[in-house]
């Protein structure tokens, strides 16, 4: 079983859609999950941590289900700037990132 | 200013030669990695240094050499570059090994051919 698993995509969605990743992690001992995005041919950057009780900003919400190993990150009102490539991602022992391979997100108008 | 910065931003080589990807953060950061990315958008781990210190050196070929002058600093010598170095570079830095929030370069796109 991979480390982390994403549906790589895309996904194709019209301007105010609402969507929704998940990731599948196997590390049962991780601490610590984190949404990036990555725009085309830029670097990753942090969308958000993502917490047992689950956080909110704004449009985004991410979810933890350590029972299931899974994170989820829905996105509500989609835009055209949210178009980008999602990655999500745990933490390893020794403080290094271990990344699923992105869920590409194409927003339409 | 550029927290995490590193240069150059594309390198074109010629197999066989010898290169390096300099990377410099100004966020007062002890740990920095080097990530890679192929062709296929697989990020992952290569190197990470806490304070000067290698703290996880993954299944590379050693003609990768990191090189930490100070905690500022993580620079990636590459000897006799191969077809399949061709990939995207990440410097990134975290505060410590603990906090695995990164923060990451604009990347460096290596093309060998």
């Known amino acids: 079983r991979k480390e982390v698993e994403q549906d790589p995509g895309p996904f194709n969605v019209p301007e105010g859609a609402t969507v929704a990743f998940n990731c599948t992690y196997s590390n049962s001992a991780s601490q610590s999950f984190f949404w990036y995005r ?28 350590r029972a299931s190993q899974y994170i989820s990150l829905l996105i509500r009102d989609s835009k055209l700037s949210d178009s980008a490539t999602y990655l999500c991602a745990y933490g390893g022992s020794q ?15 | 200013d550029t927290a995490v910065s590193q240069t150059p931003k594309y390198l074109v080589t010629q197999m066989g030669n010898d290169k390096s990807i300099k990377c410099e953060q100004n966020l007062g950061h002890d740990t920095m ?12 781990i290569m190197f990470s ?65």
């Open chain 1, 95 to 109: 403080g290094n990132l271990i990344f699923g391979k992105g869920t590409k997100l194409s927003v339409k108008p």
């Open chain 2, 49 to 113: 240094y806490n304070n000067k210190e290698l703290i996880i050196n993954e299944t590379v070929p050693n003609r990768f050499s990191p090189k930490s002058p100070d905690k500022a600093h993580l620079n990636l010598h590459i000897n006799s570059l191969e077809l399949g170095d061709s990939a995207v570079y990440f410097c990134a830095s975290s505060q410590d090994p603990r906090d695995t929030e990164a923060f990451f370069g604009q990347g460096t796109r290596l093309t060998v051919v």
């Open chain 1, 38 to 65: 990555q725009d085309c041919r830029k670097e990753p950057k942090l969308l958000m941590s993502v917490y047992s009780s689950g956080n909110e900003d704004g449009r985004f919400t991410a979810q933890l289900n």
């Open chain 2, 33 to 44: 990695y080097w990530y890679k990315q192929d062709s296929k958008k697989f990020l992952k």
